[in-house]
């Protein structure tokens, strides 16, 4: 039996693009490694600027997207391509995702109690009504609410913030392993966000659930991830404890990040339009460094040499100034930019 909750091998996607950049690949996913540990349950936090690959790599673990390469390995099992409705089911249920929008998630016109007594249908998490009604109450009650308060309402009768815990507690009812909440608090109002987030605190320490988290928000994901990995144009530039890489971050993209530490993005979605910038696919099809274009570092060699990871200071870094080679030739250049 694996001692790793998930490991996430060299996963890769590239999309072909239409419109205007017809005929072009863009590989939204470069080589994305990272486990989670069975038996010590923690927050890993990806985060990076819109269209950095976050939500395509969140969607691959959980078999919305199938990757182009590598492997989603839960518990052992290989689920990269799982077909068998019965093998997905029970992936499904140890495995579940906290959508960005909760008013999008909930149909206006369905009671939102119905969502957690279908999911527990759904499931077969409960053979009788009594056992049904008990594993929905008590994963209400892991959110701070009770089946009282919300049943017979529909969503435009609860708060954002009181909508989002409902969804919480529905990915509850399975009594998943892992969550995998991309962008969880962008649409709650950020007076309520520290609660929201509080709460995946809560459930690692209380009932040893892992969460990825994913998002824009620094603030919240400091406060609450054991690691943090930012992406960049689909490569994980760096990686490690939150400590490290916050306090002290080392690549030029994840400082830059922190001075400015950027809104979310409201239209985002998990299935938003696709809208392209010229320098996105130049960055993206880029031999060398992603950052390349916007870095005050960059030197020739960042150019068409993809950076190796390093490993410095408690963290991975895919940086060329921490690379040993061209620490005596190039870093006494002249940068570029
Ligand atoms: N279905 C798709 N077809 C083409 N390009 C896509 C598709 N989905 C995402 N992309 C592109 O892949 C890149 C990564 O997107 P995404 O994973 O949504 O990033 P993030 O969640 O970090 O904002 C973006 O450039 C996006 O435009
Ligand atoms: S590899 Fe070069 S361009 Fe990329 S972040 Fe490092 S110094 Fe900047
Ligand atoms: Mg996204």
């Known amino acids: 039996m694996s001692n790793k909750l998930l490991e996430v091998k060299d996963l890769e996607k590239v999309f072909h693009l239409g419109g ?11 080589k994305v490694n990272f486990d989670l540990d069975a038996e010590k349950p923690e927050i890993l936090t990806f985060a990076g600027e819109t269209g950095s690959g976050k939500t395509t790599v969140a969607r ?7 990757p182009t390469s590598g492997e989603v390995i839960y518990k052992g099992r290989n689920v990269t391509h799982i077909k068998k409705r019965k093998e997905l089911l029970e992936y499904m249920k140890e495995v579940q995702p906290i959508f960005q929008n909760p008013f999008e998630t909930f149909n206006p016109l369905k009671k939102v109690d119905s969502y957690l007594f279908e999911m527990a249908e759904n499931y077969e998490i409960a053979k009788t009504k009594e056992e049904k009604q008990k594993g929905v109450e008590e994963s209400l009650n892991s ?62 320490t209380k009932y ?10 620094l603030a919240t994901a400091y ?22 890489v916050m306090l002290s971050p080392l690549h030029p993209y994840t400082q830059i990040l ?12 998990w299935k938003e ?65």
Do not use: W
């Open 223 to 244: 406060y609450i991830s054991d690691r943090i990995a930012i992406m960049l144009r689909g490569d994980v530039v760096e990686f490690g404890d939150i400590d490290k």
């Open 60 to 66: 691959m673990i959980l078999g919305l997207e199938t």
């Open 273 to 337: 339009d696709i809208k392209l910038s010229s320098l996105e696919v130049k960055e993206f099809s880029r031999l060398g460094c992603k950052f390349y274009e916007r870095c005050p570092f960059a030197m020739k060699i960042c150019k068409d040499v993809e950076p190796p990871y390093v490993f410095k200071d408690g963290r991975e870094v895919k940086c060329h100034l921490y690379s040993e080679e061209i620490k005596n030739t190039e870093k006494s250049e002249e940068t570029v930019n």
């Open 208 to 217: 040893n659930v892992s969460v990825l988290y994913i998002t824009h928000d």
């Open 143 to 204: 959110v701070g609410l009770t089946l009282k308060e919300i049943k017979g309402r529909y969503p435009n009768e609860l708060s954002g913030g009181q909508l989002q815990r409902v969804s919480v507690a529905r990915a509850l009812v399975t009594r998943p392993s892992l969550l995998i909440a991309d962008e969880p608090v962008s649409m709650v109002d950020a007076s309520l966000r520290m609660s929201i987030v509080n709460l995946f605190a809560e459930l690692k």
């Open 20 to 30: 205007r950049f017809f005929g072009s690949k863009l590989k939204a996913v470069n």
């Open 258 to 269: 922190l001075e400015s530490v950027p809104q979310p993005d409201p239209e985002g979605t």
